[in-house]
């Protein structure tokens, strides 16, 4: 599964993620933060998944209808244990996350909200 993890996640998840057979792109390496709308996009347009500690892309999906490719948004979960949730949830949910669903994931206790055939965009 392709994934984008926000500059929030612990940088050292991605190593475990991509071991777990994932391919992922970590916004913390970027020269500059393009901020919240063109991180959506971008994992939107590369169909990743975004994997991130705030709420605020979670808002912009639900609430502006933004597009998106799944969004998984971690809670209270320590840098160590971040990269173990996030291959769990992306095994678990890995094709409703494509298809626009959102994920909050604590350590012990996932929600789960499905997408829509109107978020991921016009053209689906």
């Known amino acids: ?68 490719s799944g969004i998984v948004r971690l809670v209270d979960v320590s840098a160590r244990r971040q990269a173990a949730v996030c291959i769990r949830v992306l095994a678990r949910y890995g094709g409703d996350l494509l298809a626009g669903a959102i994920v909050t994931a604590e350590l012990h206790r996932l929600r789960f909200r499905p997408g829509t055939k109107g978020t991921l965009g016009p053209d689906t």
């Not at 391919?23 to 020269?31: Q, Y």
């Not at 063109?38 to 609430?63: P, Q, S, Y």
């Open 1 to 68: 599964m392709r994934v984008l993890l926000d500059a929030c996640v612990w940088g050292g998840a991605r190593g475990e993620i991509e071991s777990a057979g994932h391919d992922v792109v970590w916004a913390g390496e970027w020269k500059q933060d393009p901020g919240d709308d063109e991180i959506l996009a971008r994992a939107h347009r590369e169909t990743r998944v975004l994997i991130t500690l705030d709420k605020d892309f979670g808002e912009a999906a639900i609430v502006r209808g933004v597009a998106h």
